[in-house]
């Protein structure tokens, strides 16, 4: 079996620390290698005896402003940008220790995680990677939101944004999900908001970490943040990496296309719970080396 179809972990500890953007609060993270089959499970270490929660859509408890994690009466707060990461670089196996309940929000990317991850080191383990795989397309639609999954040789995720605002109006972004395309296009891609939507927020408590450092911030016609965009299409590229945060929770690396209109995280998770409901549209397997598969396993590897 070829090395990319191989569990991973990260080859050593590395930390950072920044501020929730909720909650305004400073916060430490620290992420580590784990062994095979062990997952994506976050502790935290300002409470005493509490178990590592796994990073499953099962373990959802809100999808409103973020996406939070919890289990006995605590809760991790805004996992997404990180699990994202994790996801992105094919990083299967690793313990996540926080210091608060709310995931440090840095630049309003997963761009500083990658980078911490990678150096860290990605590492082959001893054990093959099991794959969800779709076999039968499954749908949901509501009013104006769609989120659909179908059968595909790999991991692709086509997201399109509708915003009635000059600066955003409709995106589409189409991307096969491999360790180096999603550090290259995706990870880079900031948060956004309008000014007015952060003032209101930030007036009833929420917000309170945010600021330019952290989120692409719009003002009528204008973006405030120096510099302007990183992308010209840097919303749509911020919401397929909400994607494939959202993804991740599966719990296992996906094989299929994921077709998102104007979702966001509570929509996608619905879809997640639809998926296990629906087991005939699914099944779990190793991927071996053959004739008939070598395209899309390059593709991983890439």
């Given at each position: 079996?070829?090395?990319?179809?191989?569990q991973?972990?990260i080859?050593r500890?590395v930390a950072c620390s920044?501020?929730?953007v909720?909650?305004?609060r400073?916060?430490r993270?620290?992420v580590k290698?784990?062994?095979?089959?062990?997952?994506?499970?976050f502790?935290?270490?300002?409470?005493p005896?509490?178990?590592?929660i796994?990073?499953?859509?099962n373990?959802?408890v809100?999808?409103?402003?973020?996406?939070?994690?919890?289990?006995?009466?605590?809760i991790?707060?805004?996992?997404?940008?990180?699990?994202a990461?994790?996801?992105g670089?094919g990083?299967?196996?690793?313990l996540?220790?926080?210091?608060?309940?709310?995931?440090?929000i840095m630049?309003?990317?997963?761009?500083?995680?990658?980078?911490l991850l990678?150096?860290?080191?990605?590492v082959?383990?001893?054990?093959p990677?099991?794959y969800l795989?779709?076999?039968?397309?499954l749908?949901?639609?509501?009013?104006?939101?769609?989120?659909?999954?179908?059968?595909?040789?790999?991991?692709r995720i086509?997201?399109?944004?509708e915003y009635a605002h000059?600066?955003?109006?409709?995106?589409t972004?189409?991307v096969?999900?491999?360790?180096?395309?999603?550090a290259?296009?995706?990870?880079?891609?900031r948060?956004?908001?309008?000014?007015?939507?952060?003032?209101?927020?930030?007036?009833?408590?929420l917000?309170?970490?945010?600021?330019?450092?952290n989120?692409v911030?719009?003002?009528?016609d204008?973006?405030?943040?120096e510099g302007?965009l990183?992308?010209?299409?840097?919303?749509?590229?911020?919401?397929?990496l909400?994607?494939?945060?959202?993804?991740s929770?599966?719990?296992?690396?996906?094989?299929?296309h994921v077709?998102?209109?104007?979702s966001?995280?509570a929509?996608?998770?619905?879809?997640?719970e639809?998926?296990?409901?629906?087991?005939?549209?699914?099944?779990t397997?190793?991927?071996?080396?053959s004739?008939?598969?070598?395209?899309?396993?390059?593709?991983?590897?890439?």
């Amino acid at each position: 079996m070829t090395k990319e179809l191989m569990q991973k972990t990260i080859g050593r500890e590395v930390a950072c620390s920044g501020i929730g953007v909720h909650s305004g609060r400073p916060v430490r993270l620290c992420v580590k290698p784990a062994p095979e089959n062990h997952g994506i499970k976050f502790a935290r270490t300002d409470l005493p005896g509490q178990p590592p929660i796994p990073a499953r859509f099962n373990r959802v408890v809100d999808t409103s402003l973020a996406t939070v994690i919890g289990s006995d009466g605590f809760i991790v707060s805004t996992i997404e940008h990180l699990m994202a990461a994790l996801s992105g670089l094919g990083i299967d196996n690793a313990l996540v220790e926080v210091d608060a309940h709310e995931l440090p929000i840095m630049d309003g990317s997963a761009g500083p995680f990658v980078a911490l991850l990678q150096s860290a080191g990605v590492v082959d383990q001893d054990a093959p990677r099991f794959y969800l795989i779709i076999e039968h397309p499954l749908e949901l639609e509501e009013e104006n939101k769609f989120v659909g999954i179908y059968p595909a040789s790999h991991y692709r995720i086509t997201c399109t944004i509708e915003y009635a605002h000059p600066l955003i109006g409709n995106q589409t972004k189409d991307v096969v999900i491999t360790p180096g395309h999603f550090a290259k296009q995706i990870a880079g891609a900031r948060t956004f908001g309008f000014l007015h939507e952060v003032e209101y927020m930030q007036k009833y408590g929420l917000a309170q970490g945010g600021s330019l450092d952290n989120a692409v911030v719009i003002d009528g016609d204008r973006v405030l943040n120096e510099g302007g965009l990183r992308y010209a299409d840097e919303f749509v590229r911020h919401k397929l990496l909400d994607c494939v945060g959202d993804f991740s929770l599966l719990g296992l690396p996906l094989i299929g296309h994921v077709v998102t209109k104007r979702s966001g995280h509570a929509f996608n998770h619905s879809l997640l719970e639809k998926i296990f409901l629906e087991k005939g549209a699914w099944r779990t397997s190793t991927l071996e080396q053959s004739p008939s598969r070598s395209a899309p396993l390059k593709q991983l590897a890439n």
